[in-house]
């Protein structure tokens, strides 16, 4: 949950950021292409997010007694980066909206709970209404979530842990792509609409 809000809130922040300080323009004016200057940006605030991970792990260690028992020690320090990879992609597509619009951060706040929801971070997916399975489906915090948890309390097979990650890892790949995709026509209408900066 943590890596979502920070992905979330941080890449719009980021992009908002820059807006602020007029140097949104000279990034999209640059001749590297947009995606390649704000994917390390959604990738940073994703890897920022695992601090939260490692705390909750180390809190619940330290003051908790809960025991450090992994079920693939191994699997879960591959898992966690797949899930920072693919939600940093997702937020890749999010920011497209950030660029786009001025007062984005009023979309993305109410996208972080029912994100929450429908990944089965606060309730299991089964005891969800069935319309919402696609959704959690396409989701890769849903399958970051899962890899990450089967690692650390799943059953004896790896591949628990493996199917997840392969899923978190492809549509990873998709959001990126559909990403560049559209923050191509995200750049161009913001530049014919002239929405690049405050004034």
Do not use: K
């Not at 899923?167 to 559209?182: K, N, P, R, S, T």
């Amino acid at each position: 949950m943590g890596i979502w809000s920070s992905v979330l809130l941080g890449s719009g922040g980021a992009v908002q950021n820059q807006r602020w300080l007029g140097t949104l323009e000279t990034l999209v004016g640059s001749p590297t292409p947009l995606p390649f200057v704000l994917l390390p940006i959604t990738l940073a605030t994703a890897v920022i997010g695992t601090y939260a991970m490692g705390a909750t792990v180390i809190w619940g260690a330290v003051l908790f007694d809960v025991p450090l028992d992994f079920a693939h020690p191994l699997l879960f320090l591959v898992a966690v980066p797949v899930c920072v990879l693919s939600l940093g992609t997702m937020g890749l597509l999010l920011a497209a909206t950030f660029v786009l619009l001025r007062s984005a951060n009023a979309l993305a706040n109410p996208l972080d709970a029912p994100v929450r929801l429908l990944s089965g971070m606060l309730v299991p997916i089964t005891v969800l209404p069935g319309w919402t399975r696609p959704v959690s489906g396409a989701l890769p915090t849903t399958w970051g979530s899962r890899a990450v948890h089967a690692a650390n309390s799943g059953g004896p097979s790896a591949d628990e842990v493996l199917a997840p990650m392969a899923v978190a890892l492809a549509l990873g790949l998709f959001y990126a792509l559909i990403a560049v995709l559209v923050l191509g026509r995200v750049e161009r209408r913001a530049r014919a609409a002239a929405t690049l900066s405050l004034a």
